[in-house]
């Protein structure tokens, strides 16, 4: 440990064999990048400005698009520096810093989207008690609450990450810092964090995941006892959107981070990160936008407001 030089920054290679592609890639992640900041800002002001989006599902929402935000823009503008520049150095304390970022907004999506599926549970399954238990109390306790343990879960390891040493080599096969790539960096015993980590799926993963599922075992036999065609049809529209997000985001992380590493190869990795920083983001706004009709009103109401000024 003495003959060996501490490590204080870090390389990132990044996608190392995108030789002629390297542009055109550049080009696709910058453009989507921009969409997801506009599909969620637009999201956020709309709920603002729109009176009949001002509902909890709603307001949840906005904190989801905020999470988005948070987690794309902590990953993508470094991501396309090392893939323009064809890797990117990184200090250490940056890295473990992004890497507590993307974790903090991570877990609290996780939060806020097993919060939303127990809103859709009292909105279907409890509809005369809805507005009376998913007051404006309850709904700002829940997403403080949300934020709050994603925020403060991810400290946990963070904090052990920050203790451990670094030395050897500084190259990073991956183009952010996430815990496994970043730990076989360390020359300092990782077993505390790998253990951290694996306890953490239960709060962060799996306990959300459950009730996310439970939820909607009620929501659907519920939906089932509607009588009428219809009725059943405008109930399961209310949550689908919900439900494709859900299906979309835990998939990807469960299959990210509950697969053992020997299981899968660095570029499988790799091509699913990307999937749940790049693509997910913006999948979120076009799911909700594209299925929900109130958002639809809401747009057209303001297009045409905009429409008449210009007008006049």
Known sequence: MKNQTMITEVFLLGFPNLDRFRIVIFSQILGIYLLTLFANILIIVLVIVSKILHSPMYFFLTQMSISDM??????????????????NFMSLKCCIFQLYL??????????????????????????????????????LKL???SWILGLSLMLITSITICNLQFCGSDHIDHFFCDVAPLLELSCSDTLVVQI???LLCAPILI?????????????VLTILKIPSITGRQKAFST???????????????????????????????????????VVTPILNPIIYTLRNKDIKEAVMKHCKIQESYGSN
């Open 196 to 198: 951290e980590t694996l």
């Open 239 to 277: 949550c689908s959107s919900h439900l494709a997000v859900v299906s979309i985001y835990y998939g990807t992380l469960i299959c990210t981070y509950t697969v053992p590493p020997k299981g899968k190869s660095a570029t499988f990795s790799k091509i699913l990160c990307l999937f749940y920083t």
């Open 102 to 139: 993307f974790g903090a907004s991570a877990a609290s999506e996780c939060f806020l989207l097993t919060v939303m599926s127990y809103d859709r549970y009292l909105a279907i399954c409890f509809p005369l008690h809805y507005n009376s238990i998913m007051d404006s109390t309850l709904c």
């Open 70 to 87: 948070l987690l794309t823009t902590n990953i993508v503008p470094r991501m396309l520096s090392i893939i323009y520049n064809k890797g």
């Open 143 to 145: 997403i403080v609450l």
């Open 207 to 219: 306990i959300p995941f459950t009730i996310v599922m439970v939820s909607y075992i009620y929501i």
